[in-house]
């Protein structure tokens, strides 16, 4: 039988560091009209029949809202994002996260890059690579494949891959999709995905029938979606769901995508926050051609992604791979066990082996770690821990050296 665990990332390292350029948190669709708003997963009294929704809030006196006054998570004082507590899920001890989208930390801004994403304009993974890069062009890819597939041919310089996230952990499986491909890893960026309802101008709430979206997207917001009672539609991906609703004029019909979804294709948006769980972040990785075009600063702190192959003995596996790094005092920030027991619950695990003679050759192997480690792969203590690893492991190949970037950036 197959199965999948992950030791992700302390949530503490998920909380943002403050940079230049910083903006102010979205306001509640709900704060915009006049009256209460009505509530799906709150209180609401005295609902104006033509007023907004507001998601995971409370309507009473005005007082929930992502600019309520309320206490501050991360940091001292009484005094949060613009001078307020933000609240979110109607609780102020969750933040919604108000943090620079300005590339920061020195790092080029990608001016001249183009970099592939799954999904139409707008789609969250579009943000983040413009967030990641803000000077790139985007180009707009059906399948995660084809943005794959465009940097090897050379139409896209990089490409974006949502790999894990706080809600699915790794369930998009795109590190399987990395693995088949001979790029590395240039770049990561933690994005605060938010939620919105998105309707056609004029649309109220109440006549909204169904709800389309990503798969993922309408998990993410089920609790909300059954206290509006309507039905729900999978679609290829968030911005999709948005085109269709707009190209289509489709009135009893909306859709959960991203506040900037709203300002491309001018729609309403009905709700804030619509998602089930308030700490929200994915992880994206952004790939490029070997050998890695990012020159990486003197002062930063440096990632190393890498897969580790065997074919038995898994948990002894984990030990020795665990030792090599603890006994050089190298932490990991990522640990993910795949295996694949006879049953054939799961297919074998395809690897690119860019080291074999001639053309990269495909192997499957039925035992796979996916490890992260702090410190570039030249450090002489990594290194060291990678050739032990190589001793007893059939199969090593490093993804990705590259900045580590614990700052959560926001949609806004």
Request: one cysteine or more.
């Amino acid at each position: 039988m197959a199965y999948t665990s992950s030791l992700p990332l302390p949530k503490h390292l998920l909380l943002p560091r403050t940079r230049r350029n910083t903006r102010s948190s979205f306001v509640p669709a709900a704060a915009k009209t006049n009256g209460a708003a009505p509530q799906v997963n709150g209180h609401a009294e005295n609902v104006p029949h033509n007023s907004k929704v507001q998601i995971n809030g409370n309507g009473k006196g005005g007082r929930s809202g992502v600019n309520g006054k309320g206490q501050v998570v991360n940091g001292h004082g009484k005094k949060g994002v613009n001078g307020k507590g933000a609240h979110v899920n109607g609780h102020v001890d969750r933040i919604h996260l108000s943090v620079s989208t300005g590339g920061g930390g020195g790092r080029q801004d990608g001016t001249g890059l183009r970099v592939a994403f799954q999904g139409a304009p707008g789609a969250y993974s579009e943000f983040a690579a413009k967030t990641a890069l803000p000077g790139c062009d985007t180009v707009p890819c059906r399948a995660f494949a084809d943005a794959l597939a465009a940097v090897e041919r050379g139409g896209a310089d990089r490409a974006i891959l949502p790999v894990e996230s706080t809600m699915e952990g790794t369930a998009l499986r795109n590190y399987d999709l990395l693995l088949r491909h001979d790029l590395v890893v240039a770049q990561e960026i933690n994005l605060f995905v938010h939620y919105c309802l998105l309707a056609m101008p004029g649309v109220r709430a109440a006549e909204v029938r169904r709800v389309i979206s990503h798969p993922m997207a309408l998990a993410h917001c089920g609790r909300a979606l059954a206290r509006l009672g309507v039905d729900r539609e999978p679609v290829e991906d968030t911005a999709g769901a948005v085109e269709m609703l707009r190209s289509n004029r489709m009135l009893d019909t909306a859709a959960i995508a991203s506040p900037r979804a709203a300002d491309l294709y001018g729609l309403d948006v009905l709700a804030h926050g619509l998602q089930d769980e308030s700490w929200n972040v994915t992880r994206f990785l952004l790939l490029s051609r070997p050998p890695s075009p990012v020159t990486l600063p003197g002062d930063a702190d440096f990632k190393t992604s890498m897969v580790v192959a065997h074919r038995g003995g898994s948990m002894m596996v984990v030990l020795k791979v665990l030792s090599a790094f603890s006994s050089r005092s190298i932490n990991l920030t990522k640990l993910e066990v795949i295996n694949n027991d006879a049953d054939g619950a799961r297919h074998p695990v395809m690897i690119l082996d860019t080291s074999a003679r001639g053309a990269p050759t495909l192997r499957a192997f039925p035992h796979v770690l996916y490890v992260d480690c702090e410190g570039a792969a030249h450090d002489p203590r990594v290194h060291e821990a990678i050739q032990e690893i190589e001793r007893f492991a059939v199969f090593v190949r490093v993804l990705g050296c590259y900045a580590a970037d614990t700052t959560v950036y926001d949609l806004q």
